[in-house]
Each structure stands twice: as structure tokens, then as C-alpha cells.
T-cell receptor, first 114, second 107 residues
Framework: DAGITQSPRHKVTETGTPVTLRCHQTENHRYMYWYRQDPGHGLRLIHYSYGVKDTDKGEVSDGYSVSRSKTEDFLLTLESATSSQTSVYFC?????????????FGNGTRLTVT | KNEVEQSPQNLTAQEGEFITINCSYSVGISALHWLQQHPGGGIVSLFMLSSGKKKHGRLIATINIQEKHSSLHITASHPRDSAVYICAVHAGNQFYFGTGTSLTVIP
């Protein structure tokens, strides 16, 4: 199994509080992604990174920010959590953007905003 | 508009049946992935393919690049195959996902 760890696995927080989710990889893969998974929707991209300090927005980036100061860590921050951000968050890694690049997922973080 | 469409959304089968899940996509891709997610569980990669056919045990995945279509087949289905199966395509720097097919195999 690819070495990818998400923390925390579960979190309950109140509306308006900041929250940071961490994704840590030991595979030295270049690409890292944050997705959210909600009923009735496929996995939706929040932000992704294509290298240290190189990030870009996905389709549902409003209310989220990311940082990647080291190859192995990709942080997702909810600056001021809202109930609409209650979701399961998955981190994924990929070696490259080219053909033959498998996608590996972390085990997910279940976030509840009350 | 969804870049990836899967069918059916839900599927119930008797143990031993042959199962087919379909995936159509609308973008140019470098590869297509089939993923499996058990209830409350993580997401596991089953196949990555860019042409032809691949087989792992009872699972077979095919892709037709010209028609922008892929199928996932499960032969001799078993209750442990019950899961959500997700089709994803790799286009540029991003992956696009179908909404998944929820499969239940009844003993």
C-alpha cells in the first residue's frame, strides 16, 4: 500500500472555527490532491499541488486554503468552518500527470461542523 | 455537465452473477481508473488503463478510446464484492470522477 496518512480521521468542530487537515506521504510523489466526497456527488477537487509551494484551485475551492512547504505534507485549512463544509475529505497522491500514473488515496477525514 | 458518467447508479445481484458497470467520459484522457470503496472505508485503486483490457482475478476492465467508454466486469460475484465502484479519468493535471455505482451482492 502507498504510504499516505491523513490526520485527524474524525473531527467535530463549531461553525466559525479554523480547522486544518493534514496529509502526509512517504512516496515522494509530486502531485497531491484534496477532495471532498458528499452524497450524490462524485469526488470533487478542492485544491491540488504539483510541487513544493506550487498549488492550484479546484472546482470547490471557496472557503479553503492549502499549503505545501515540504514534498511529504499537504495541509488543507478551513479558515472559518461552515456547516456546508461537513463532508468526508480525501487526500490523494500521484507520481506524475502523464500516462501510467496511479492514484493513491488516504483513508479519509470525516469532518462535522455543528 | 459531468465529464464522467457511470451507469447504473445502483445494482443488486445474486451471488454468482456476472456484473457489468459502465463508464462514459467526454474529455481527452491519458488514463482511466477504476476504484473501489467499501462502506465507511477508504478508496482503493483496482485498475489503471489507457487501452485494451486488464484482468485481476474475477475483475476485468476494458476501455474503448474511440468511443470514450469503459466497462468493469465482475465474474462469479460474491457478497464481499459489495461496494461502491468509481470510474475516474486522468486529464492533464487533474482527475475527474463519476458519482459511483453502488453494488450489493446478495448471498
Amino acid at each position: 500500500d502507498a504510504g499516505i496518512t491523513q490526520s485527524p480521521r474524525h473531527k467535530v468542530t463549531e461553525t466559525g472555527t479554523p480547522v486544518t487537515l493534514r496529509c502526509h506521504q512517504t512516496e515522494n510523489h509530486r502531485y497531491m490532491y484534496w477532495y471532498r466526497q458528499d452524497p450524490g456527488h462524485g469526488l470533487r477537487l478542492i485544491h491540488y499541488s504539483y510541487g513544493v509551494k506550487d498549488t492550484d484551485k479546484g472546482e470547490v475551492s471557496d472557503g479553503y486554503s492549502v499549503s505545501r512547504s515540504k514534498t511529504e505534507d499537504f495541509l488543507l485549512t478551513l479558515e472559518s468552518a461552515t456547516s456546508s463544509q461537513t463532508s468526508v475529505y480525501f487526500c490523494a497522491i500521484s507520481e506524475s500527470s502523464g500516462v501510467g500514473s496511479p492514484l493513491h488515496f488516504g483513508n479519509g477525514t470525516r469532518l462535522t461542523v455543528t | 455537465k459531468n465529464e464522467v458518467e457511470q451507469s447504473p447508479q445502483n445494482l443488486t445481484a445474486q451471488e454468482g452473477e456476472f456484473i457489468t458497470i459502465n463508464c462514459s467520459y467526454s474529455v481527452g484522457i491519458s488514463a482511466l481508473h477504476w476504484l473501489q470503496q467499501h462502506p465507511g472505508g477508504g478508496i482503493v485503486s483496482l485498475f489503471m488503463l489507457s487501452s485494451g483490457k486488464k484482468k485481476h482475478g474475477r475483475l476485468i476492465a476494458t476501455i474503448n478510446i474511440q468511443e470514450k467508454h469503459s466497462s468493469l466486469h465482475i465474474t462469479a460475484s460474491h457478497p464481499r464484492d459489495s461496494a461502491v465502484y468509481i470510474c475516474a479519468v486522468h486529464a492533464g493535471n487533474q482527475f475527474y470522477f463519476g458519482t459511483g455505482t453502488s453494488l450489493t451482492v446478495i448471498p
